[in-house]
T-cell receptor, first 116, second 119 residues
Framework: GNSVTQMEGPVTLSEEAFLTINCTYT??????LFWYVQYPGEGLQLLLKATKADDKGSNKGFEATYRKETTSFHLEKGSVQVSDSAVYFC???????????????FGQGTILTVHP | EAGVAQSPRYKIIEKRQSVAFWCNPI?????LYWYQQILGQGPKLLIQ????????DSQLPKDRFSAERLKGVDSTLKIQPAKLEDSAVYLC?????????????????FGPGTRLTVT
């Protein structure tokens, strides 16, 4: 079945530091890949997505590139801010031919804390 | 546009009691999902509805969990009887479904969740 593995956390950085959160996946076919963010006390929000190999998703200074050859979708940001402190989830959605199209499979989440 | 609504936001019950959660999806979204998020883990799909029909309930513990979406809009998730290991955040999400391409690209929008504590 499909699975997603994220780097172990938590991650603690100083403001303006470079961020990488690793994500690898196992899936058949051609899944779509997502990063979701969960701020304290709030629901999950879609941060960025990529639907095919070599696509780069980007939003709010975050980027991730869909690498089929390494089955990875690592999240990066060049300069983090205190307001980026949150839990980040990597997720995949099976391709359209599946019987439960739409279902998201999540990684375990990575807690990011950014200090001033 | 209003987002996904869930209630209650918090619930504390004793084991063996029953509890129900309510979800109102984004207007016009045909697909509705219930996820269980245990502390320190990613959300796990419990059940997926397409309109008022069940698409996937393979991870739903059917001996104690039930869910319905009778009119293809609101949904309720019930646990009876609750166990300690049911303590989690229950997330509802909705998306457009097949044939609704005009309503977006099937992205899931999540509600704020219901935090359940079973003592």
């Amino acid at each position: 079945g499909n699975s997603v593995t994220q780097m172990e956390g938590p991650v603690t950085l100083s403001e303006e530091a470079f961020l990488t959160i690793n994500c690898t996946y196992t899936a058949t076919g051609y899944p779509s890949l997502f990063w979701y963010v969960q701020y304290p006390g709030e629901g999950l929000q879609l941060l960025l997505k990529a639907t095919k190999a070599d696509d780069k998703g980007s939003n709010k200074g975050f980027e991730a590139t869909y690498r089929k050859e390494t089955t990875s979708f690592h999240l990066e940001k060049g300069s983090v801010q205190v307001s980026d402190s949150a839990v980040y989830f990597c997720a995949l959605r099976g391709d359209a031919g599946g019987t439960s199209y739409g279902k998201l499979t999540f990684g375990q989440g990575t807690i990011l804390t950014v200090h001033p | 546009e209003a987002g996904v609504a869930q209630s209650p936001r918090y619930k504390i019950i004793e084991k063996r009691q029953s509890v129900a959660f309510w979800c109102n999806p984004i207007s016009g979204h045909a697909t509705l999902y219930w996820y269980q998020q245990i502390l320190g883990q990613g959300p796990k799909l419990l059940i997926q509805f397409q309109n008022n029909g069940v698409v996937d309930d393979s991870q739903l513990p059917k001996d104690r969990f039930s869910a319905e979406r009778l009119k293809g809009v609101d949904s309720t998730l019930k646990i009876q009887p609750a166990k300690l290991e049911d303590s989690a955040v229950y997330l509802c999400a909705s998306s457009s479904g097949p044939g609704q391409a005009s309503k977006g690209s099937y992205e899931q929008y999540f509600g704020p969740g219901t935090r359940l504590t079973v003592t």
